[in-house]
């Protein structure tokens, strides 16, 4: 079945201990995605990476970081997560950006 | 950045009726994309319209692609519960650098009442 996981699925945690959220697609896609969802604010992305070893900083990168060493993988990485970043985070992976995207099933982060 | 904006922000309504829901922005775009979302869900994909003025079905649901290409419009006949989500617009609009960069509106949240 092809599909997007992210791990892990909720979390709560506390102001400045690291984190990973791992997100991994079994579609074979070069590009994937991450993006943010906050109410009214609809979805923001923060990273993306065209393909293996390439990343870029979308809308809202800061306070976060990718790599891209295999292509299946795309993990998110806090060092030193805020308040701030608690919200609703969706992977997306697709062939390319402008066309379809598969989204995970979401991440939701509580920094106290 | 491109903006889109979908309006109505929310809309309840009786199983049964008809609504429209609307995606609007003053950017062009070479294809948009719609998707509904499930609480506890991601996003998933409805359908892309690629043309100015495209109109596309999927069983109750009229997709349709302005024909300046700025704008687009979901129609549900005879709503159903299971339609109730979080309908997402995204337009694809080429960059400066020559990739293509996809953009999301902020929804519309639709109840369907039984």
């Known amino acids: 079945e092809a599909q997007v996981t992210q791990n892990p699925r909720y979390l709560i945690t506390v102001t400045g201990k690291k984190l990973t959220v791992t997100c991994s697609q079994n579609m074979n896609h070069e590009y994937m995605s991450w993006y943010r969802q906050d109410p009214g604010l609809g979805l923001r992305q923060i990273y993306y990476?065209?393909?293996?070893?390439?990343?870029d900083k979308g809308d809202v990168p800061e306070g976060y970081k990718v790599s891209r060493k295999e292509k299946r993988n795309f993990p998110l990485i806090l060092e030193s997560p805020s308040p701030n970043q608690t919200s609703l985070y969706f992977c997306a992976s697709g062939f390319q950006e402008g066309l379809a995207q598969h989204f995970g099933d979401g991440t939701r982060l509580s920094i106290l | 950045t491109q903006l889109l904006e979908q309006s109505p922000q929310f809309l309840s309504i009786q199983e049964g009726e008809n609504l429209t829901v609307y995606c609007n922005s003053s950017?062009?775009?070479?294809?948009l994309q719609w998707y509904r979302q499930e609480p506890g869900e991601g996003p998933v994909l409805l359908v892309t319209v690629v043309t100015g003025g495209e109109v596309k079905k999927l069983k109750r649901l009229t997709f349709q692609f302005g024909d300046a290409r700025k704008d687009s419009s979901l129609h549900i006949t005879a709503a159903q519960p299971g339609d109730t989500g979080l309908y997402l617009c995204?337009?694809?609009?080429?960059?400066?650098?020559?990739?293509?960069?996809?953009?999301f509106g902020t929804g519309t949240r639709l109840t369907i009442i039984p």
């Open positions: 995204a337009g694809a609009a080429e960059t400066n650098f020559g990739n293509e960069k996809l953009t």
């Open positions: 950017s062009v775009f070479s294809s």
């Open positions: 990476s065209m393909n293996v070893e390439v990343t």
